[in-house]
């Protein structure tokens, strides 16, 4: 295409120089004019050429660049893609984690529901009283059987150990020195009133609840258990055996007292001399007394209603006011005639005891139990652990064997006698026997 352009463009020049006048000024701007026109034409042709040349390469070009640009675009939206899904799937992932810690966190709080709720039955089932204080004195824990054994009520929660303890000196001190020295306490015996004036003795163990770190305030543990009965069972084991050793060995010696109060017996008569016989009929009661201790005679077992016993009793004293407080009537196997005994040694004990005669002695039964009250001074209570052995009496004309036979003779029936005094005033004796 270029050649031939070229040839028209040689041939119109010619064609020119022909018909022009043949005159040197005249061919001269034709010639340079038809030169001028070429050259243009010529460049034009050539670059008409080239760009036709190069449409492929900038079709090629173009589309490379159409290609980048898609390419790129496509490249962000991938990357923009990845990291949308990227982030669904963290949001995804820490979705499951927390849906996997809730349930662990569920799971961890039943469980120490479960164990709380275990460790509440464990301190509530305890048979034993169980009281803890913080650091401060403060009570954290008293179970059913502490708010029993204390006597108090089941608000107590967040009272000091001085409060809730008003009415057990002995135990608030123990506590106190735990939570000061950490002193260890280990089946400690203690005393306590009840508020019904009967004495109960405790078994108390007072540790410390150490906590970390080392150094820091204290807590206090205690455990409380009611020892009573079996306190009172020891010390009735003890008493019936130290009775019947001391039987055994004075039986022999009685028996030769009996026999020199028969020969005295005999003389006061010749005598005739009736203060001498008195004293020697009063010396002769002791020691029968003394022998029907010493050697305890069979029972002779059989149904007795307790509440007709007692009635038939309250009748034979005279000038004496028994008041019985009994309900649905009570059948014990026992020997009506021994227990008989001991309820009239009791019975005149306690009329003997009232400040006045026309004062009352009171008894209260309840299942196969005997409570006898009376209304005078009480006893000692140096005297309490001594009032049931042979020849100890406080009464001026007293021997001292009363009470112990009454003993013998509930502890034979397989029962207990016990003695303690009232708060309101007087003594109470109790005899439980087996039902």
Known sequence: ML??????????????????????????????????VILIGSLLAILFVVRWLLRPYHQLVGEAQRASVASEILKSQDEAEFVLETFQSVVAQLQEQRTELEKLSAEARERATSAEKFSERIVASLPSGLLAFDANGLSMVVNAPGRTLLEVEEKVLGESYEQLLAGHAELASMIGDCLKRGTLYRRTEIEAVSSNGRLRRLGATVAPIELPPEGSPRGALC??????????????????RNLESLGEMSAGLAHEFKNSIATLHGYAQLLESEELLNE???????????????????????????????????????????????????????????????????????AEANHRSEEYVF?????????????????????????????????????????????????????????????????????????
């Open 3 to 36: 050649t031939g352009l070229f040839l028209l463009a040689a041939l119109f020049a010619i064609l020119l120089y022909v018909l022009t006048p043949e005159s040197p000024m005249a061919r001269g701007p034709i010639l340079l004019a038809s030169f001028i």
């Open 223 to 240: 455990l409380l258990t009611d020892i009573t009965e079996v306190t009172e069972l020891r010390e009735q084991v003890a008493l019936k």
């Open 280 to 350: 020697v009929r009063n010396l002769s009661s002791m020691v029968t007394a003394f022998l029907n201790f010493a050697r305890p005679q069979p029972l002779q077992m059989e149904d007795v209603v307790l509440s007709e016993l007692v009635e038939d009793c309250a009748k034979e004293l005279a000038n004496t006011n028994v008041v019985i407080d009994s309900g649905e009537p009570i059948v014990v196997r026992a020997d009506e005639r021994m227990l008989r005994q001991a309820l009239m040694n009791l019975l005149r004990n306690a």
């Open 363 to 435: 008894v209260k039964l309840e299942n196969s139990t005997i409570e006898v009250r009376d209304k005078g001074p009480g006893i000692p209570a140096g005297d309490l652990p001594k009032i049931f052995i042979p020849f100890f009496t406080t009464k001026p004309n007293g021997h001292g064997i009363g009470l112990a036979l009454a003993h013998r003779i509930v502890t034979e029936h397989g029962g207990t006698l016990t003695a303690a005094n009232c708060p309101t005033g007087g003594a109470v004796f109790t005899i439980k026997l087996p039902a």
